[in-house]
């Protein structure tokens, strides 16, 4: 077989290009380009934490939905709906004329990231042996940086036009629907498909790490852009910096499969979390400096997407029989945490301001490392 018809390089090809455009563009710009949204629609912190929750609530419902649909119609159909619902989303943004329109359009684009993972770890499972799995989960998990590094750069060019940059990523959320028609097999999601998997210790563990760690996450996914403005006067060429750095730092958690084959999943889990709180500090606290945030921002961004490759990994090997869901379990709790914490977070930077804000929210974010994933097995090495 050559390298090019490798199913692990096609797939992850196309994944990393589909979790980049969902996760990327559709949910996470929201937040870099929040500042000149609010400028000209009049949101105020609260409604932008409101708003933003909303994104998290689409992509629960949209998350359980795929892995539902995963299981029964195959990972070909849901990744082409999940580009699909992005573009049309995203599109929804560019356009919107009033807050109420936009927080529809990101409630929709929101939920594409729900629709995005489940077919992909279906996939992966399907088509790619078993030795390469967990490197090639986690190197699909890895497009959310690239997503977010290149809508930094957007911003950076763009000076802060975000409808033009919405209507752009538009484009890219089509091209990937295309590209996942070609690429994705139309594997289903497992033979033990419907109801819930079984409520083990790993998936109880699992769901308290991921739910508190998705609550601290909403610190710079959501309000990133705005700390940086209180903190140190940042327009948008300095929030596309800051995006820029996060989104880059994140592709170290292309290393996450690998890096838990060597170290374990507790040793990567609890190194992460330290380096999400020490992240949110740089940006958010009173000492920052423009240096200490873009440090920051990369390291936020390295742990973020090394913390989901764990979940990822901790979650399809708990519910081995059933990868789509496994992946959705974890993923999901993320989200609902993050539901419960970008309008707290939102309210607390209203009334007690970014640095007592920050410094909670980054005590947060060690929080998980009180669960353990304890003895989840590897995949064979066939």
């Known amino acids: 077989m050559t390298l090019l018809g490798s199913p692990a390089l096609r797939i992850g090809a196309t994944g990393f290009g589909l979790i980049a455009v969902c996760y990327g563009f559709a949910r996470f710009a929201f937040g870099l380009f929040l500042p000149q949204i609010d400028a000209d629609l009049g949101l105020g912190a609260g409604l932008s934490g409101v708003i933003s929750g909303g994104s998290f609530f689409g992509y629960c419902i949209a998350i359980v939905v795929s892995a539902w649909a995963t299981e029964r119609f195959g990972a070909r159909s849901v990744a082409i709906a999940a580009a699909v619902v992005a573009a049309v989303g995203m599109a929804g943004i560019a356009l919107s004329p009033s807050s109420a329109w936009l927080a529809a359009a990101v409630l929709l684009a929101g939920s594409s990231t729900g629709l995005a993972s489940p077919p992909m770890a279906a996939a992966v499972a399907a088509a790619v042996r078993p030795a390469r799995q967990d490197a090639t989960n986690t190197a699909i998990n890895a497009g959310t940086s690239a997503g977010v590094a290149l809508s930094g750069a957007v911003a950076l060019t763009l000076a802060g036009e975000w409808r033009l940059a919405f209507g752009a990523f538009t484009a890219m959320g089509m091209l990937l629907a295309v590209a996942a028609m070609r ?200």
């Open 183 to 382: 690429t994705i097999p139309a594997a289903r999601g497992g033979d033990g498909a419907g109801g819930l998997p079984p409520i083990t210790g790993p998936v109880v563990r699992l769901v308290g790490a991921s739910f508190l760690m998705g609550a601290a996450s909403t610190a710079l996914w959501s309000f990133g852009g705005q700390l940086a403005a209180l903190r140190l006067g940042w327009e948008s060429a300095g929030a596309g910096l800051l995006w820029s750095f996060l989104g880059a730092g994140g592709i170290a958690g292309a290393l996450a499969g690998t890096l838990i084959a060597r170290f374990g999943v507790d040793r990567v889990h609890w190194t992460s979390l330290a380096l999400m709180a020490a992240g949110i500090l740089a940006v958010g606290s009173a000492f920052t400096s423009p240096v200490l945030a873009l440090v920051g921002g990369g390291l936020f961004g390295g742990a973020y997407v090394m913390l989901t490759g764990v979940y990822l990994v901790w979650g399809v090997r708990a519910v081995s029989d059933r990868p789509a869901t496994g992946l959705m379990i974890g993923f999901l709790t993320i989200a609902i945490g993050q539901t419960a914490g970008a309008p707290l977070f939102g309210l607390l930077l209203d009334g007690v301001g970014p640095g007592v804000v920050a410094a909670t929210f980054a005590g947060l974010a060690l929080l998980p490392g009180i669960f353990s994933a304890r003895r989840v097995a590897a995949p064979a090495s066939a």
